[in-house]
């Protein structure tokens, strides 16, 4: 399986503090990967430097093999991005807001307009193209910005924080169009989230960060059977991990080894 997204020492420090340090992770085409962390760990850090919104301090990045430090300008071309923050326009409708963005990514109009269509049939946005954005729900603007956001066929979707905010209906939508995406396009996303039941169901793999360190990675399968802990859930590897990277400094595997070694023994 391809390699969409590579980090090497990927590292960024403001003055004397590091926000992020040393990352190194990989992440396969067509996978759903999380970075988790408390607030502060570096996980928002570590996809402004992924998305080329911010310069690493040290280290690199590559996405599908192009260097977000020696070429950002051909890593935009790959990759879509949704940021914690509103990125549509409230006062014009759905369509308009798809519109502009087909505009800003160059497509040619006939097939900009094609596009639109599929993108608002693809997040179930029909009904409501032609209405003003600020009369959609939160689960309808947040399902505009992941239509947005794929317009030019992105190989990587970078989304922040995706589900902040909504209520449970709109969660579940974004869930299963998130879940789509990846089905439907082979689409590789990178997501953060605080949510650990949203890191669960949808992530094929996950990275812990603290203090800017990555602390544990692996499937979600793998990260729950690390506690030996019967019934363990994503909420006590957080805590696990993450507390531990503070009260320690041990990695996963470390913890892994020792969990392991300890159920052998008895």
Known sequence: ???VVQTEQLSKRFGDFIAVDSLNITIN??????????????KSTAIKMLTTLLKPSSGDAWIDGISIAKSPFKVRSLIGYVPQMLSAEGTLTGYENLLLFAKLYDIPSKEGKQRINQALAFMSLQEAAHKPVKTYSGGM?????????MLHRPKVLFLDEPTTGLDPIGVKSVWEHILELKKEFGTTILLTTHIMEEADKLS???AFLSRGKLVASGTPAELKNSLNKAGATMEDVFIYYTKE??????????????????????
């Open 29 to 42: 085409e067509g996978e759903i990967y999380s970075l988790l962390g408390p607030n502060g760990a570096g």
């Open 141 to 149: 603007i947040r399902r505009l910005e992941i239509a947005q956001s």
């Open 204 to 206: 094929t793999h996950i």
């Open 245 to 266: 990277s503070v009260d320690s400094q041990r990695d996963f595997h470390e913890v892994a080894a020792e969990r392991k070694t300890t159920s052998r023994l008895g």
């Open 1 to 3: 399986m391809a390699i």
